[in-house]
């Protein structure tokens, strides 16, 4: 298993495919970065101009956690479609290439060939994430320095004290990993159905589309369904960011508003990886090769 | 000699159709085992199902003495192949592709039994170069040193020679021989080319339709006395006369649509020859050709009607 591991890695990062995502996450990163450095201070104004008639904020609101706040905000809709890229390939894209049925002609079972493969894109979808997190989180810190995070929700706005945010931005990133990582294996099941992958990448992300429709309507015979939808639950790595207050209205320190709906949603995300594994392997053990 | 492969009653169905049907056959230690059928006879989906790629409908599959179906990974183990196109990974090298598939195969291997892999296929020196820059040749020479490099005891190569120009094909040939003759390596080859089986094999099954239809030693298959004579006349009317009334009458086959056929052995051809000079037949082509051969073109070419390997 540990070999099979190994060598569905060293294919991944041998493929000059692979890197797009790297490319394109700097090039979108980096770009958002130099815009907010060169106007940031627009940005602030727009942002805060609702309450700057009852409200003044000191020090910088354009920040190196802010930024990465907008910066995850913007991009983990977006890092979907470049999960997909890989997670949709991995078994249609053997089965393009022609390699599969030799892989399937090797001394490995059907359960550790699948396995090795998912997490092989589980462990690509982490990289990203990581690089995302250097590039997002510790280059904003570097270039727009560090401050409390000022945060505007729906109807009220969030403080978040200087040291109390960065085991935020932890927790955030590993719950993102997850949720990439359900992504990924929704393109990995769907990927066994194809033998291109441009097929299972564009079914991977239409699916994303059309529950993330169904998680944003407001209408009632669709509520009932939300809750089971994996797409509402992709973006539960906000209520990192809001945080309990006390009775003076004061955040608290190390808290988390809501961390029942945060472990509701992990379970959630759990679950549909486990689920969609599950069947990756059921069907694939049933699979005949004729690629 | 011992059975390496043990095939009963094997079927395979996809919706309706029917690709293989009952097909039973045993390859024994030292066969080089020829496969032999048209396109879509059912020879991919046989060997598919002897490599796990496709799960039979029906039927048994014994491979060193044990079930494929419960011991698949301690079978594979000793089992090398190459199924029709030798595909790989077009972004790795030769080198870096026969080191992964090595590695898959349950061995470590160290550069040098590598390099003398590819040595012995001749792509030593372009080891490290991509395989996107090869020929279709070189990538079917790189496909067998993968199904070579840890050392199996049986070989399976579906369709080795496709693609392959004349050069590319005496290569796998020789190759296919010197694996059977000097390394003792059973295996078995699959091709739609009788020509290509007769040089190489020592056993023949020819299937049709996914069912068996003759199966037996190469040496009593291609019997030089079982050769057929099509002959083309610009008369083959008075012709067929002549050699009804002649010593050749024995020999006569049914005739076909613009020649006469003859059965008989190949060392009598030259005296034919003669006697249709002394005949003066005006002979426009005389050709001969193993029974087999004109068995398998009669089953290739769709005419189910066939006596002259049967007779």
Not at chain 1, 189 to 214: D, K, R
Not at chain 2, 148 to 176: C, F, M, S, W, Y
Request: aromatic content about 10%.
């Amino acid at each position: 298993m540990w070999t099979l591991l190994q060598i569905e890695l060293y294919k991944i990062f041998r493929r000059p495919r692979t890197y797009i995502a790297f490319v394109a996450i700097t090039a979108l990163i980096t770009i958002v970065q130099l815009g907010l450095k060169v106007d940031g201070k627009e940005y602030a104004a727009f942002v805060t101009a609702d309450l700057s008639n009852s409200l003044q904020v000191d020090g910088k609101i354009i920040n190196g956690y802010f930024v990465c706040y907008i910066l995850l905000q913007l991009l983990l809709v977006h890092v979907p479609l470049l999960i997909a890229l890989i997670a949709a390939d991995m078994i249609s894209g053997e089965a393009n290439m022609g390699t599969l049925r030799l892989m399937i002609t090797k001394p490995i079972s059907r359960t550790e060939f699948i396995l090795a493969k998912f997490f092989a894109a589980s462990i690509y979808t982490i990289l990203l994430l990581i690089w995302l997190a250097i590039l997002a989180l510790f280059l904003s810190m570097l270039i727009f320095g560090t401050d409390d995070m000022f945060l505007m929700k729906n109807n009220y706005a969030v403080q978040i004290e200087n040291a109390d945010i960065f085991w935020r931005y932890a927790g955030a990133f590993g719950f993102a990993c997850l949720a990439m990582i359900t992504v990924a294996a929704l393109g990995f099941f769907l990927s066994q159905f194809a033998e291109n992958s441009i097929g299972p990448i564009v079914a991977t992300m239409s699916v994303i589309i059309f529950f993330t429709i169904l998680s944003t309507m407001s209408i009632p015979i669709f509520n009932l369904i939300k809750p089971y939808l994996f797409t509402t639950h992709m973006v539960a790595w906000k209520e990192f960011f809001d945080v309990k207050v006390n009775a003076d209205n004061e955040t608290i320190k190390g808290t988390i508003q809501n961390p029942g709906k945060l472990i509701n949603s992990s379970l959630i995300l759990v679950a549909h990886i486990i689920l969609f594994v599950s069947a990756s392997i059921y069907v694939f053990k049933k699979k005949d090769v004729l690629s | 000699m011992q059975p390496i492969i043990q095939v009963k009653s094997l079927s395979k169905s996809f919706g309706t159709f029917q690709a293989v049907n009952n097909l039973s056959f045993t390859v024994n230690e030292g066969d080089v085992y020829g496969f032999l059928g048209q396109n879509g006879a059912g020879k991919s989906t046989t060997i598919r199902m002897l490599l796990t790629l496709i799960k039979p409908t029906s039927g048994e599959i014994k491979i060193f003495g044990l079930p494929l179906s419960s011991h698949r990974n301690e079978i594979l183990k000793n089992i090398g192949a190459v199924i029709e196109k030798p595909d790989v990974y077009k972004y790795l090298s030769a080198y870096d592709n026969l080191k992964l598939f090595a590695r898959l195969s349950g061995g470590k291997f160290d550069y040098q039994h590598l390099m003398n892999q590819l040595e012995m296929v001749g792509l030593a020196e372009r080891a490290k170069d991509k395989v996107k820059t090869y020929s279709q040749g070189m990538k079917q020479r790189l496909g067998i040193a993968i199904a070579l490099v840890h050392n199996p005891k049986l070989i399976i190569l579906d369709e080795p020679t496709n693609g392959l120009d004349p050069q590319g094909i005496a290569d796998i040939r020789n190759l296919i021989l010197r694996l059977s003759r000097e390394m003792n390596k059973t295996i078995v080859v699959s091709s739609h080319l009788l020509t290509e089986i007769e040089q190489i094999a020592t056993k023949v099954l020819i299937i049709d339709k996914g069912k068996k239809l003759i199966e037996g030693s190469a040496s009593e298959l291609f019997d030089e006395s079982q050769t057929i004579v099509e002959i083309e006349t610009l008369d083959n009317d008075t012709t067929l006369k002549q050699l009804q009334q002649s010593n050749w009458k024995n020999n006569l086959q049914p005739k076909r649509e613009h020649a006469l056929v003859l059965k008989l052995d190949r060392k009598e051809i030259p005296q034919l020859h003669k006697d249709l000079v002394a005949m003066n037949a005006a002979v426009i082509s005389l050709q001969p050709k193993h029974s087999l051969e004109d068995y398998f073109l009669q089953i290739t070419s769709g005419n189910q009607h066939v006596d002259a390997f049967t007779n």
